[in-house]
């Protein structure tokens, strides 16, 4: 978690910076979970290529870490 996104401390509990710091933490989570969404959707568009081409085993597991890399690392390509 980077800077802005760890939690007040104790002396620093007031409501308007929790409230900030809760939507900060949520906006972080929800993109989080669309990018492992946008992963499993590319992994099984993926494997069912695979399948329907007869791609080897290798050169499949190739490109799907090769996507599964991307969009970990946020790309949408």
Same mark, same amino acid.
């Given at each position: 978690? =980077?800077? #802005?996104l760890?939690?007040? *401390?104790?002396? &620093?509990?007031?409501?308007?910076?929790?409230?900030?710091?809760?939507? *900060?933490? =949520?906006?972080?989570?929800?993109?989080?979970? #669309? *990018? $492992?969404?946008?992963?499993?959707?590319?992994?099984? #568009?993926?494997?069912?290529?695979?399948? %329907?081409? &007869?791609?080897?085993?290798? /050169?499949? %597991?190739?490109? $799907?870490? #090769? %996507?599964? *890399?991307?969009?970990?690392?946020?790309? /949408? /390509?």
């Open positions: 978690m =980077n800077d #802005d760890k939690p007040p *401390r104790v002396g &620093e509990l007031t409501l308007p910076r929790w409230q900030y710091w809760l939507a *900060r933490y =949520n906006g972080v989570l929800s993109e989080k979970s #669309d *990018r $492992i969404e946008k992963l499993e959707a590319a992994l099984r #568009d993926c494997m069912e290529m695979a399948e %329907v081409h &007869e791609i080897p085993f290798r /050169d499949r %597991v190739m490109y $799907i870490s #090769d %996507v599964a *890399r991307k969009a970990l690392e946020g790309k /949408d /390509d």
